[in-house]
């Protein structure tokens, strides 16, 4: 493709007359045309100019060969790595957001701990039959607890929520380190 194809293509594109080109560039109508025709070329500044006008590169412009920017192969490795920066970017914002859930996760049901009552067993554990009998009365006694932990995520069945937050937490960890390898 020459340079006069290209130009008329990207004005065109543009929905640039050849008045507003050659105004832009400072040059007459007649020469944008006759660049246009293959009759004549533009000097190197102007080159640069349509360059910059068209914001294509100037390798693009002059080399017969290159039909598309995408051809060039120093615009192939600036998308390759704006590809890899977008990764990276996604998998920090991910890995923020696994390691944000499961440690909040963890510090709520941490918090309510302190202020909700828990129950703990005196026998080994929770009897596997009904804890009362017909009268109402435990059969096995339990002692009321708050500031445990573990005894409030027994008693309120939250243990697969404590392991949900850690899963989250590992997630969060291996994609931060997946992050730092790519880089």
């Not at 493709?1 to 640039?16: A, C, I, P, Y």
């Not at 025709?37 to 390798?59: A, G, M, Q, R, W």
């Not at 039909?67 to 977008?86: F, G, M, Q, R």
């Not at 009365?137 to 697969?160: C, Q």
């Amino acid at each position: 493709m020459t340079l006069g194809t290209k130009l008329q293509g990207l004005r065109k594109k543009k929905n640039f007359s050849q008045e507003e080109l050659a105004a832009q560039l400072n040059v007459s109508r007649q020469s944008v045309s006759k660049w246009e025709l293959d009759e004549s070329l533009p000097d190197i500044e102007n080159i640069v100019k349509l360059s910059s006008v068209f914001n294509v590169t100037t390798d693009f412009l002059c080399k017969d060969e290159i039909d598309n920017d995408n051809d060039l192969p120093v615009i192939k490795v600036a998308e390759e790595n704006a590809k890899t920066a977008y990764r990276s970017k996604v998998l920090s914002v991910l890995s923020v957001c696994l390691l944000s859930i499961g440690f909040l996760g963890i510090a709520a049901s941490w918090l309510l701990s302190r202020f909700i009552v828990a129950f703990r067993w005196t026998a080994d554990g929770p009897p596997a039959v009904e804890p009362y009998d017909s009268n109402q009365s435990l059969v096995y006694p339990r002692i009321e607890v708050k500031g445990d932990y573990w005894a409030f995520l027994n008693t309120y069945h939250l243990e697969m929520l404590f392991i949900i937050c850690v899963i989250l937490i590992v997630a969060g960890v291996v994609l931060l380190i997946v992050r730092k390898k790519q880089k």
